[in-house]
Nanobody, 121 residues
């Protein structure tokens, strides 16, 4: 059974930083594309960042230059370093895993339960 468990969310002031972690189990981690999505109140869940199993990363335009995604295949963990946070980054952040890199940003295979990030102004 695949499990994705996020941690690291919380309350931070604008301009601050947070690092989210996602520990994966029940899958062959190094063969999965991993990433982060977020859902703000009243909005649809949207793509934030991805790290491909084959190498390389990609980001939503709204977070480029501020967020950094990384993975540790030895620890089966993916991270999202979030710097220069803005109130509009407030959302529930979800970790996701997928076998298909091409459709990951639309439909990953597995989801975590989410972690709340709140940025105060």
């Amino acid at each position: 059974q695949v499990q994705l468990v996020e941690s690291g969310g919380g309350l931070v002031q604008a301009g601050g930083s947070l690092r989210l972690s996602c520990a994966a189990s029940g899958l062959s981690f190094r063969t999965y594309t991993m990433g982060w999505f977020r859902q703000a109140p009243g909005k649809e869940r949207g793509f934030v960042a991805v790290t491909y199993w084959s190498g390389g990363t990609d980001y939503a335009d709204s977070v480029k230059g501020r967020f950094t995604i990384s993975r540790d295949n030895a620890k089966n963990t993916v991270y999202l370093q979030m710097n220069s946070l803005k109130p509009e980054d407030t959302a529930v952040y979800y970790c996701a895993a997928g076998r298909s890199s091409s459709r990951f940003t639309n439909s990953p295979d597995y989801w975590g339960q989410g972690t709340q990030v709140t940025v105060s102004s």
